[in-house]
């Protein structure tokens, strides 16, 4: 079983930056970044392949946020640029099992997730 540990979540004015980390205890295979507003459904923001050299994006965030990961310190990253109000919400990450490389969207085709970090974004 891999623990995932979310930081980087805080209150920044709009048009500011966050980074997200998540640290993962062992190995893990793609992994992404979710997101929850208060009564919305989980949705995908970005996910990267094992070797990280693949990346997907939400079209709401595509330009403005940049997934990446480290390997050998199993981190996951979530650089957020040019924040908006709308992106308010808790950041989740979320790892599949190795030796998994494929690029994966959806909630149900992760098996790891985080507690999640609270990101607000004040207008």
């Known amino acids: 079983q891999v623990q995932l540990v979310e930081s980087g979540g805080g209150l920044v004015q709009a048009g500011g930056s966050l980074r997200l980390s998540c640290a993962a205890s062992?190995?893990?295979?793609?992994m992404g970044w979710f997101r929850q507003a208060p009564g919305k459904e989980r949705e995908f923001v970005a996910a990267i392949s094992w070797i990280g050299g693949r990346t997907l994006y939400a079209d709401s965030v595509k330009g403005r946020f940049t997934i990446s990961r480290d390997n050998a310190k199993n981190t996951l990253y979530l650089q957020m640029n040019s924040l908006k109000p709308e992106d308010t919400a808790v950041y989740y990450c979320?790892?599949?099992?190795?030796?998994?490389?494929?690029?994966?969207?959806?909630?149900?085709?992760?098996?790891?997730w985080g507690q999640g970090t609270q990101v607000t974004v004040s207008s």
């Open positions: 062992g190995r893990t295979g793609s």
């Open positions: 979320a790892a599949t099992r190795p030796p998994n490389i494929v690029v994966v969207i959806t909630v149900s085709d992760y098996d790891y």
